[in-house]
């Protein structure tokens, strides 16, 4: 019989108090790292609204747990930096086009990339040089503005892919069993670093800051896998479909804070690009 175990029987066995004895310490992060990946191993997970009040949705299959082969995630979203030297190396091989305003997959059909146009975005093309470039300042904060073909583009000519959303929320999520079990798999945290409420030492939310941040920040809101801004910052496009849309997760820097919980799940249009959502890959082991 499915059933998920207490958060009070489990504390029993696991907390201990912190150094302070005002509350629980959660088991440590245990992140397997790979240059800038983190390794996901196979299992099963539990995704969705489980248990109830985790998220927003209920997995579509109607399969909970479900078994997710091992992957790799990156450690950080994508930087204006990145996708800027994947710009010049795509136009260089003749993968996209620049049409003096925006990126788009080519001259004729013109699926747009990335709307440099935008005043939200940060890389630019510098005329005199022939480049695109990160501005000075925001090298190191994600790419926005950017579509799902945009991300989808970028991450097949690494030889990558965008994690599933399975994949995403089980990088989020874990399988710890520190707050219960369903059908014997532990059903991981509520937001990627445990249950403490979201606070401005643990993700950038609720446009407190007004914009995004370097993707190395918030360390103390790393996932149980090693991975960084999860929650918050910018929305992360995935590999999933929902109807005609592409499945958006995480929450970003203008959020509120139930949307940074690791279940919550969003979708919107491939071809929509804004100044809240970016991207991170995955890749096979």
């Known amino acids: 019989m499915k059933k998920v175990i207490s958060v009070l029987v489990i504390t029993l066995f696991f907390c201990s108090c912190n150094e302070s ?44 747990p479900v078994y997710v082969d091992s992957f790799y995630i990156d450690r950080y979203e994508v930087s204006n930096q990145q996708y800027a030297a994947y710009l010049n190396a795509a136009i ?10 925006d990126v788009f997959s080519d001259s004729i059909e013109q699926v747009i990339y990335l709307e440099v146009s935008s005043s939200e975005c940060r890389i630019s093309f510098i005329d005199s040089l022939g480049v695109f470039a990160a501005e000075q300042g925001y090298e190191d904060w994600p790419v926005v503005e950017i579509s799902w073909y945009g991300a989808v583009a970028y991450a097949e000519f690494y030889g990558e892919r965008l994690p599933t959303e399975a994949e995403w929320e089980k990088a989020a999520r874990g399988t710890v069993d520190f707050f219960g079990e369903y059908d014997g798999v532990g059903v991981g945290y509520p937001y990627p670093w445990g249950d403490a409420t979201p606070d401005e030492n643990l993700a950038n939310f609720g446009d407190s800051f007004g914009a995004p941040e370097d993707v190395q920040s918030y360390p103390q809101g790393m996932s149980w896998f090693g991975a960084f801004n999860l929650a918050g910052n910018v929305w992360e496009w995935t590999a999933t479909v929902e109807g005609g849309n592409r499945v958006r997760r995480g929450g ?34």
Not at 92 to 101: A, I, L, N, R, T
């Open 92 to 101: 260089d091989s003749g993968w996209v086009f620049y049409d003096g305003e």
């Open 21 to 64: 004895g005002d509350g629980i310490r959660l088991p440590e992060p245990q992140p397997i790292i790979n240059g800038d990946r983190v390794l996901v191993p196979a299992g099963e997970v539990v995704l969705g609204n489980v248990p109830t009040g985790w998220g927003n949705y209920i997995p579509s299959t109607g399969e909970n």
């Open 252 to 285: 970003s820097y203008v959020s509120p804070a139930d949307r940074l919980k690791t279940a919550a799940q969003f979708f919107s249009d491939p071809t929509l690009t804004d100044k809240t959502i970016g991207f991170r890959c995955a890749a096979d082991p």
